[in-house]
C-alpha cells in the first residue's frame, strides 16, 4: 500500500477527512482486489483443469489429507474400484475407504514421498483383493498438505504395460553394457537409448544431446568407418553383425566396446523408422588383462628362445670344450705307449695328460655346480677359515698359470685386522679363483693382474665388510655383453674370445655364490683397457687374542718397496705391533735411510725387501751398508725353494711370501729377536712326519680301473692295500680282520650289492672295540658340500672327491691315522 495514506484530521469537535486522498486510497484497494481476483480465478481455473485431468485417468486416484488421513478427492474410476459413491467416500478416513483398516496405513506417510517426483511401488490389498502398481507424491490441495495416490490394478492393460517395461528393464539391467536405436537413415543419430548407455560412453543426458546431438560420434574416429561398414552389413545380409571398437568418453579415456547390430526395416517399425538396433559392451579390462597376458607370454617366449639359443650355444660350446681335452689326454695317451722305451717321452705325454685331465675335470665341474644352484640345493658350510692360508693356497694354484702366459700377479693386502672369519671357505676360494682364472685367461701375455684385499666396518654386530678387487688391464668387456656378464652359458661374441676354453658359466656361478653369502658383485671394464671386479661380502670375525709383539715394541723396520700404498699398508700393520715402520721406495733411497740411522745410531732392527720389483743385487747393496747382522727378510708373490736358496746366498736372513698379514710379519720378526733366535733355528720349518709307512688300508671300489690308480698311488709312498668290490664285502673282510689290522678304510659310495653309506652303518654297528674309532673316509664322484655333510652324518670321517690326489689323500690319512 502507498505510504501517503489519508490521516484523519480532527479540529475542534469536528472530523474531517481530506477529499482527494481518499479517492486515491479507494482507487488502490480497487486495483489489489482486482489482482487477487484475478489470480483467484487464475488457480481456481488450474485447479478445475487438474481435477478434470484426474477425473479422466483411466486409473484410481486419491486425494487424502497427510494429517487427518481425511479423504478430499477420489475420481469415478476409484470409485467404480470402491463400489461407493464418491460423495460417501470424500471425508471420511482413506484407510477405511481403501483397506477397511481401523489405524492408518504404515505406507502412507513414509519418508519416500517427495513433492518434486513420484514415488513408484506396488501392492496387495487384501480388502480389494487385488494388486496394484502405485505411484504416490506430496501436492498442495486447496491450502493443505496431501498425499496424491495414483493407483492401476493387476486386471487393467497399462498395469501389464507397466509390468511388462519393468520387466524388460530388469532383463536390460541383466545385460553388463548399453543399448541403443540408431537411425539407420543417417546411421549417426540415437533415437532411443537405455541400459547402462550413458555410463558407458561417460556423457549425461544433457551433454549426450547438447554436446553431441544425440549422434553416435563418441566412436573413435579411427574405428567408424570400419564400425558403420559393420552395421549397414547387417542390412545386406539380414543377419546380426558384430564389431569391436574403441570410444573417447566425455573426460577422455579411452574404452574398447564389442557392439552387435540389427537391422530392422521401417515396414516392421512401430514408427515407421528404419533402424539398427545395437547392444554395446565394455571389455576395456578385459583386453587390457589380455594385452598384458600376450606381453607376458612373449617376453616368456622371448626369455626361453633365448635361453634355448643360449643352451644350444653352451652344447655346442661344451663339445668342442669337452673333446678339446679328451682328444689331448687320448692322444697323449697313444703316443706315451707307443714310445715305453722313451722315458722322456712318456713324461711329457703324462704331463700334458695330467694337465689336460685337470682342465676336463674344471668343466664338469662347472656343469656341476650350475646345476646344483640352479635346483637350489647348494648349501653354505660354515667353518673358520684363515684368510693368509686361504689365499696362499689361492696363489700357488694360479701362479703357473700366470707363469705360463708370462704375467704379473700381485696380491695387495689393505688394513686387514681380522685374519680368521667364519664363512665357507671352499666357496669363498671358488669365487676368487673363478675371479683370477678369468683374469689370467682374458689378459695377454706379459700383463698384469692384481688382488686387493680390504676390510671395512660393517652395520651388523661381529661382523666386517671384506672387499675383494680384482683388476687386470686384459681385453675387457664390451658395451653390450657387460649387461650379460652374469647370465649362465653366455659369452661374449669375439674373435680374441672364441679361440678362449670355457663354459660361460664361471661368471654365473660367482655371482650366485656371493649372493648366498649376502655379498655384492660389481664390475667396472672397458673393451682393451681391462676390467676390475670387486666383491663384497660381509663375514664373521673370530674374536681371538690380538696378535701383540710387545718384544718388538719401539724396534725400527724399514719397508722396502716401490709401491708407496703397499708401504703404507705394511706400515700400518706395523704400527699396529707398535713397532716404528719406516719405508723406502727404491734401493738407492734404502741405502740413504740405512746409512743416515747407522749415522744417528739408531739402526734398523731389520730390513723387508719386495724381490717382485728388485733383483738379487739389491740385497747385496742393503748388505754392504747394513752389516752382516742385522736381518734382511725377502718379501715375494713366489713360494718357489730354488728362489729362496739363491736369495739366503746373496745375504738374505728369511723369507716371507706376500701379501703380508700382520700375524707373518709377527712371526718372521720375532725369530730375529736374541732370545728367541736360538730356539727358532733348532725348531726350524715344521714338516709332517709320516705315520703312515707299512701301515694298511682296506679299499672299497667297484671300478678296477679307479681301484687300481688308488693302490698304486698308495704303493708308491709304502701303504699297503686289501681291495673288494663292493660294500658288503667290505663289511665282512673288516669284521673278519683283527683289530688294528688296518688303519683306515676308504669307501667308495656307489657300489652294488651294498652301497658305502649302508657298509659304514653296518660297520660302525660291530661288536668289535675299534668299530666305533677306525677312520672310514668317503672317495665318491658326489663332490658337493650337501654329499660331504650327509657322510659325516652317517658316520664317516671325512670325504674325498674324486679323481683323488695322492697330496689330499695323505694328508687325510696323517690327520686320521695316530
Known amino acids: 500500500m502507498s505510504q501517503n495514506k489519508p490521516e484523519l484530521q480532527v479540529t475542534g469537535s469536528t472530523a474531517a477527512i481530506d477529499t482527494e486522498h481518499c479517492c486515491a486510497y479507494c482507487s488502490e484497494i480497487d486495483s489489489d482486489s482486482l489482482r487477487m481476483a484475478e489470480e483467484n480465478k487464475r488457480l481456481k481455473e488450474a485447479a478445475g483443469y487438474f481435477k478434470w485431468v484426474l477425473d479422466e485417468y483411466s486409473g484410481n486416484t486419491y486425494v487424502a489429507d497427510m494429517e487427518s488421513y481425511e479423504l478430499l478427492y477420489i475420481n469415478r474410476t476409484s470409485s467404480e474400484s470402491l463400489q461407493l459413491p464418491i460423495e460417501k467416500a470424500v471425508g471420511r478416513k482413506c484407510y477405511e475407504v481403501i483397506q477397511n483398516r481401523t489405524t492408518p496405513c504404515p505406507f502412507c506417510n513414509n519418508n519416500c514421498l517427495k513433492r518434486d517426483k513420484f514415488y513408484e511401488w506396488e501392492f496387495y490389498n487384501p480388502f480389494l483383493r487385488r494388486s496394484y502398481m502405485l505411484k504416490d507424491r506430496v501436492i498442495n490441495w486447496e491450502g493443505r498438505r496431501c498425499r496424491l495416490e495414483l493407483s492401476i490394478d493387476n486386471y487393467s492393460s497399462e498395469y501389464k504395460l507397466q509390468k511388462m517395461d519393468r520387466e524388460r528393464e530388469a532383463i536390460l539391467r541383466t545385460v553388463p553394457g548399453g543399448f541403443v536405436r540408431v537411425d539407420a537413415r543417417d546411421g549417426k543419430t540415437a533415437i532411443w537409448y537405455g541400459g547402462d548407455f550413458l555410463h558407458m560412453i561417460g556423457y549425461t543426458k544433457e551433454q549426450f544431446e547438447k554436446e553431441l546431438h544425440s549422434r553416435c560420434s563418441y566412436l573413435h574416429q579411427d574405428d567408424r568407418n570400419r564400425v558403420s561398414k559393420i552395421m549397414r552389413l547387417s542390412k545386406e545380409t539380414g543377419m546380426p553383425t558384430a564389431a569391436e571398437g574403441r570410444i ?4 577422455g579415456t579411452q574404452k574398447i566396446l564389442t557392439m552387435t547390430f540389427c537391422y530392422v526395416g521401417a515396414e516392421n517399425s512401430w514408427d515407421d523408422i528404419e533402424s539398427y ?52 689326454i ?32 674344471s668343466l664338469i665341474n662347472d656343469v656341476l655346480d650350475m646345476s646344483k644352484i640352479e635346483s637350489g640345493k647348494v648349501s653354505l658350510t660354515r667353518s673358520k677359515v684363515n684368510l693368509p692360508d686361504m689365499l696362499q693356497k689361492i696363489m700357488v694354484m694360479c701362479r703357473p698359470l700366470v707363469d705360463e702366459k708370462q704375467q704379473v700377479f700381485q ?4 688394513r686387514v ?76 661374441d669375439a674373435s680374441e674370445i672364441s679361440r678362449i676354453q670355457g663354459t660361460g658359466l664361471g661368471m654365473a656361478i660367482t655371482e650366485n655364490i656371493v649372493r648366498m653369502m649376502n655379498g655384492t658383485i660389481d664390475v667396472m671394464s672397458e673393451e682393451g683397457k681391462g676390467s676390475v671386479f670387486t666383491v663384497s661380502i660381509p663375514l664373521e670375525i673370530c674374536e681371538e687374542e690380538k696378535a701383540e709383539g710387545r718384544e718388538l715394541s719401539g724396534r725400527p723396520v724399514l719397508l722396502v718397496d716401490d709401491d708407496k700404498a703397499a708401504c703404507e699398508n705394511a706400515g700400518l700393520l706395523l704400527e699396529e705391533l707398535g713397532i716404528l715402520g719406516d719405508h723406502a721406495l727404491s734401493v738407492e733411497e734404502a741405502v740413504h735411510h740405512i746409512s743416515s740411522a747407522h749415522q744417528e745410531g739408531k739402526d734398523y732392527f731389520a730390513v723387508i725387501l719386495d724381490m717382485d720389483k728388485f733383483g738379487t743385487q739389491a740385497i747385496t747393496g742393503i748388505r754392504e751398508k747394513l752389516g752382516k747382522d742385522t736381518p734382511v727378510m725377502i718379501a715375494s708373490s713366489y713360494d718357489s725353494s730354488a728362489a729362496e736358496e739363491e736369495d739366503l746366498r746373496s ?8 701379501p703380508l698379514f700382520k700375524s707373518r710379519l709377527l712371526r718372521i720378526l720375532r725369530m730375529f729377536l736374541p732370545v728367541n733366535k736360538g730356539a727358532d733355528t733348532e725348531t726350524g720349518i715344521n714338516e709332517k712326519t709320516t705315520n703312515l709307512f707299512g701301515k694298511k688300508v682296506l679299499l672299497a671300489e667297484d671300478n678296477d680301473i679307479n681301484r687300481e690308480i688308488v693302490e698304486e698311488l698308495l704303493r708308491m709312498h709304502h701303504i699297503m692295500v686289501d681291495s673288494v668290490e663292493n660294500g658288503l664285502l667290505a663289511k665282512e673282510t673288516y669284521e673278519a680282520s683283527l683289530p688294528g689290522e688296518y688303519c683306515a678304510i676308504l669307501m667308495d659310495i656307489q657300489m ?20 666305533q674309532t677306525i677312520p672310514i673316509i668317503a672317495l665318491t664322484a658326489n663332490a658337493f658340500t650337501s654329499d660331504a655333510a650327509k657322510a659325516r652324518s652317517i658316520g664317516m670321517n671325512d670325504h674325498l672327491a674324486k679323481p683323488i690326489e695322492i697330496e689330499r689323500l695323505l694328508e687325510v690319512l696323517h690327520k686320521w691315522v695316530e
Not at 283 to 294: D, F, N, V
Not at 431 to 436: C, F, G, I, Q, S
Not at 651 to 658: E, R, W
Not at 752 to 771: F, K, Q, W
Open 248 to 251: 573417447i568418453t566425455h573426460d
Open 277 to 328: 538396433y545395437s547392444v554395446g559392451i565394455d571389455i576395456t579390462k578385459e583386453r587390457e588383462l589380455q594385452e598384458k597376458q600376450r606381453c607376458a607370454l612373449e617376453e616368456a617366449y622371448q626369455a626361453a628362445r633365448v635361453a634355448n639359443a643360449a643352451k644350444t650355444n653352451f652344447l655346442s660350446s661344451m663339445s668342442h670344450d669337452i673333446r678339446t681335452p679328451m682328444n689331448a
Open 330 to 361: 687320448m692322444g697323449m695317451t697313444a703316443i706315451a705307449q707307443a714310445n715305453l722305451e722313451s722315458p722322456e717321452k712318456v713324461g711329457n705325454c703324462l704331463d700334458k695328460i695330467n694337465t689336460s685331465s685337470r682342465h676336463l675335470l
Open 411 to 414: 696380491m695387495r693386502i689393505g
Open 417 to 492: 685386522c681380522h685374519e680368521n672369519v667364519i664363512t665357507d671357505g671352499d666357496r669363498l676360494c671358488q669365487v676368487l679363483m673363478n675371479l683370477l682364472s678369468n683374469a689370467i685367461k682374458y689378459t695377454q701375455k706379459g700383463g698384469s693382474i692384481n688382488l686387493r684385499i680390504n676390510e671395512w666396518h660393517s652395520l651388523f654386530q661381529n661382523k666386517r665388510r671384506y672387499e675383494f678387487i680384482c683388476t687386470d688391464n686384459g681385453i675387457g668387456i664390451s658395451e653390450d655383453f657387460l649387461p650379460h656378464i652374469f647370465d649362465a652359458f653366455s659369452r661374449a
Open 651 to 658: 745375504g738374505a736372513n728369511a723369507f716371507i711370501t706376500k
Open 752 to 771: 652294488p650289492v651294498m652301497n658305502g653309506y649302508d657298509a659304514t652303518t653296518a660297520i660302525r654297528g660291530l661288536d668289535r672295540s675299534d668299530a
